[in-house]
């Protein structure tokens, strides 16, 4: 019996319930709010591993799973984004843990790129910091659903109102608290479910281990044996005064990220973490269409696509591996199946799919929309690649931001260069850095292009470290760096310029380097018709220039 032509077929369905299973999401935040100890707590309470790390492991404690460089497990730090995917109350969650530390920006803007929805991690006693606020707005221009989650309730911090209102006032992002604390500092005892007017109470837990919840309802008159009335009494109170103010937790609005639900708790001690990530599975948004050259790319589109957000090499180093982390934005992938290269319009044939956990991985048979999939790269992948089967279709690219540092790589082995230009070119592929090069023919050394010194330490450390070659930095005294968006005929119009040095990026594009914004304003003042932009723009259908 054959179906009718309006009934989905049995694929159909397939496809469209395991998009309404998937979640997927970032966490930004300024260094040191506990992104990572909130990252290994959520991995913890969705059974994904018995035991979560300290990020400053000492002893026999275990390496937080998602920091995989050796470099990043010697400093504490997370500098490389990782995606971990695993399965919670019958969902898919895909957690694109992303760098904390502000050096590495753009590895984290390029991440965001592949997310659906964003959680904000605020310190509860510094309320909104600098990298907060700047990755915020990256979310906004991508219209990314934020949820906030105020961690370290069990230290001293603000007022739980007096941040909520620095977040309305200063990001103009109205907030819905879920839930509501019960005290603070070593007097934190749970949280309000402001939805069912339950009491959670937590107890703490041995390290790493899930914590011991109870619920009660406020009304019960047990409460008043397990928390002091006063703290009770205070919490109360100031879930009437947000009630008053009248406004609803408006799904739609919570996915336009106009409004954002906040939850209070503390990722060290595993108080708040499950309500959050209950609350998160049910107001989350799930895989949506994506932007394309032929218009809205609906998850349900029959066709596989997916486009490549992130390069990295090495992650196993006995393999000298490289690995193009790819978004699944329609369609079903499979295992051995054939796809499209838009950029090359070759046919590749993608035979050992992985599924990506930190540093581990294993063969993936399928995947769907919000899925990530890590592929071998042979070289041929780019950031912001399109893969696609069946009817064309072209992702946006992702856009290079401007640097602050610049620095000659100097390679003073001419035996190595070899190896010097593969790491260089490798390096450059994952966007570990940006890399420049000097009008002058002559001048073979590549100019290193980075937000902050730490990139240049991890460019330096994995050179030498991946491919055998020691490395010297000299630095050049510009902070500025330019696209100009006419390209060299807009540049030779305008003739000699003064207080700047013009360089080429890796694709052959006119670059000025000032070294402060005061020559930068100068300039201007000097050319007003010369356009610059502070963002590269999107390259397709062009190979960067190897060094």
């Known amino acids: 019996m054959t179906s009718s032509p309006t009934q989905p077929s049995p694929d159909q369905i397939s496809l469209a319930e395991a998009v309404a299973r998937r979640r997927n999401f970032a966490i930004i ?9 909130l990252t290994e707590k959520l991995l913890l309470y969705g059974g994904a591993i018995q035991q979560a790390g300290a990020v400053k492991a000492k002893g026999e404690q275990r390496k937080v799973t998602s920091d995989w460089m050796e470099l990043e497990k010697q400093r504490g730090i997370s500098i490389t984004s990782t995606v971990l ?91 819905w608290p879920v839930n509501w604390p019960i005290g603070s500092g070593d007097r934190f005892r749970g ?36 928390v002091e009335p006063d703290l009770l009494a205070t919490a109360l109170e100031e879930l009437e005064l947000l009630e008053g103010a009248g406004a609803d937790l408006d799904l739609p609005e919570v996915h336009a990220g106009n409004l954002s639900p906040v939850f209070f708790g503390s990722a060290m001690t595993n108080f708040g973490v499950r309500p959050f990530l209950d609350a998160f599975l049910e107001l989350a948004q799930k895989p949506t269409a994506r932007q394309s050259s032929e218009g809205d790319v609906d998850p349900l589109r029959p066709g596989f696509s997916g486009f490549v957000f992130k390069l990295q090499a090495n992650m196993d180093p006995r393999h000298r591996d490289r690995v193009a982390f790819v978004r699944v934005c329609s369609g079903k992938f499979e295992k051995d199946m054939t796809v499209q290269h838009a950029r090359s319009g070759r046919a590749i044939r993608l035979s ?171 300039l201007r003042e000097d050319h007003p018709d010369l356009e610059l932009s502070a963002v590269a723009p999107v390259v397709s259908g062009v190979e960067p220039i190897a060094l």
Request: net charge negative; with cysteine; charged share 25%.
């Open 29 to 37: 935040s300024h260094p040191d709010a506990g992104k990572t100890t």
């Open 85 to 175: 995917q695993f399965d919670y109350a019958g969902s898919t969650i895909n957690l694109l843990d992303t760098p904390g530390h502000q050096d590495f920006s753009e590895d984290t803007y390029r991440t965001l790129a592949a997310a659906d929805n964003a959680v904000m991690l605020e310190d509860a006693a510094k309320g909104l910091e600098p990298q907060t606020r700047k990755l915020f707005e990256v979310c906004r221009l991508r219209r990314i659903p934020i949820f906030t989650f105020i961690n370290k309730m069990d230290r001293p911090g603000r007022e739980p109102l007096e941040l909520l209102d620095e977040i309305e006032q200063e990001l103009g992002l109205a907030c």
């Open 191 to 226: 949280v309000i479910d402001r939805r069912s007017r339950e009491v959670v109470l937590f107890e703490r837990a041995e390290r790493g281990r899930q914590s011991a919840e109870r619920r009660l309802s406020t009304s019960n008159p047990e409460l008043a044996t397990l």
């Open 352 to 522: 050992r799919p992985q599924k990506l956990f930190g540093q581990e991985r294993e063969v993936v048979e399928d995947a769907y929309p919000g899925d990530v999939i890590g592929l071998n790269n042979p070289g041929m992948f780019a950031i912001g690649d399109t893969l696609y089967s069946g009817t064309r279709v072209e992702y946006e690219g992702i856009p290079c931001f401007s640097p602050e540092i610049f620095a000659w790589l100097r390679n003073p082995n001419p035996s190595a260069f070899k190896s010097f230009r593969k790491g260089v070119n490798e390096l450059r592929e994952e966007g570990a850095v940006q890399i420049l090069y000097d009008t002058d023919q002559s001048k073979r050394d590549p100019i290193l292009a980075a937000v902050g010194q730490l990139q240049m330490e991890v460019v330096q450390y994995r050179l030498e470290h991946e491919y055998g070659v020691a490395t010297r930095l000299e630095p050049l005294d510009f902070t500025v760096a330019r696209w100009v968006s006419g390209g060299w005929p807009a540049l030779e119009a305008v003739g000699r310029i003064f207080n700047c040095k013009t360089v080429r990026d890796a694709w052959g594009r006119p670059v000025l380097l000032f070294r402060n914004v005061w020559n930068l304003n100068q």
